[in-house]
């Protein structure tokens, strides 16, 4: 679903872009409208939509000044310029802002429908680049075995494909399915040892992909099992600093001590502390507290568990301690973080 956002001062004329819009439109979204130059920055600031039809001869700021605000905050949105003026001044001065069409008044409804489709291939191209880039940085992650990387690049790649893709559940879909592909291949090219096929462990069911953060949990559970062949695999190392850390990574939220680690790597705890303090900047307990402090915001700001729940799960067996060693982290309580950072966790 793309937003799109009219600005034109001449109320019919609005009215007559957006009912050709609803008519012959698909995916299309009127995100908003503004009759002046000041009010569509203002809402276009506010609402963020992905494309701008935009009317030059507006009040207050002109349809030319708004154009370089919208485009310098975002180059990546798209606007499409509506003019009774067809002079070269004004088109020479909307090239030079980085317009991305132009509509002469009057508008034909098939005029308008083409210009808006072929900014959406634009959009789509970019979209694609984007979706790429990241799906690469997680894949990159995942060859060269940094679980934490991997997970904060995941989040990061899911974001941007909520935001490719709107409401489009499909398009999510068919990104997901590709990066499945791809992470298949990249686990198999990393160890001689079978690896699990990401598209058939994947539970797809109907609320998967309407949650981000679901859907994050998900793909980190196939992680966690290529990670689990990784490790255990004849060539897998248990002593470097990268395996230590992702074994930290991979059970912080279990009670683990210095002493587990130590055993998983095959080093005394004393040895351990010396060298992870070196290589870390920290010592083991602040390292695994952030670590924990990582899940528990994520949890909050995108579940409805419980406070408590939370505390148990990390495993923090006193809900008010760990309450007291979150806001010594963040400065906030658990419900205060909650209550001000929370966001809808669906669409």
Avoid at 68 to 93: C, G, L, M, S, Y
Avoid at 186 to 191: F, I, P, Q
Wanted: include cysteine; charged fraction near 30%; hydrophobic fraction near 40%.
């Amino acid at each position: 679903m793309y937003k799109i956002f009219v600005v034109e001062d001449e109320h019919l004329e609005s009215e007559a872009i957006q009912m050709i819009i609803r008519q012959e439109g698909k995916n299309l979204e009127i995100a908003g409208t503004a009759a002046s130059g000041t009010e569509a920055v203002e809402k276009i600031h506010r609402l963020r939509p992905d494309i701008i039809l935009l009317d030059i001869n507006i009040p207050e700021i002109n349809g030319i000044d708004v154009l370089k605000i919208v485009k310098k905050e975002d180059p990546d949105i798209r606007v499409i310029i509506i003019t009774a003026f067809n002079e070269f001044d004004f088109a020479h001065q909307a090239i030079k802002a980085h317009v991305d069409d132009f509509l002469l008044k009057p508008i034909r409804p098939q005029q308008l429908m083409e210009s808006i489709a072929g900014v959406i291939d634009q959009l789509k191209d970019n979209t694609l680049e984007q979706f790429d880039e990241k799906m690469q940085e997680v894949l990159y992650n995942v060859l060269h075995k940094r679980y934490s990387a991997t997970r904060r690049t995941l989040t990061e790649y899911i974001d941007v494909i909520y935001t490719g893709c709107g409401y489009d559940l499909v398009a999510i879909q068919d990104e997901i399915q590709r990066f499945l592909g791809e992470l298949t291949k990249t686990a198999a090219d990393m160890c001689p040892e079978p690896m699990p096929d990401a598209k058939k462990m994947f539970r797809c069911n109907s609320s998967v992909f309407k949650n981000r953060y679901e859907l994050k949990i998900e793909i980190m559970r196939i992680i966690d099992r290529i990670f689990d062949v990784l490790m255990n695999s004849e060539d897998g190392h248990r002593n470097t600093m990268e395996d230590i850390l992702n074994y930290i990574d991979r059970n912080c939220h279990k009670d683990i001590s210095l002493t587990q680690v130590g055993e998983y790597a095959n080093m005394s705890s004393y040895y351990l502390s010396k060298i992870f303090k070196k290589e870390t900047g920290v010592n083991f307990v602040t390292y695994l507290t952030e670590r924990k402090i990582d899940i528990a915001k994520d949890m909050l700001l995108n579940t409805d568990v419980p406070i408590i729940n939370i505390a148990l799960e990390l495993s923090y067996h006193e809900p008010n301690y760990f309450s007291k060693v979150f806001k010594k982290s963040t400065g906030l309580t658990p419900t205060e973080y909650r209550k001000q950072y929370k966001t809808a966790s669906e669409f």
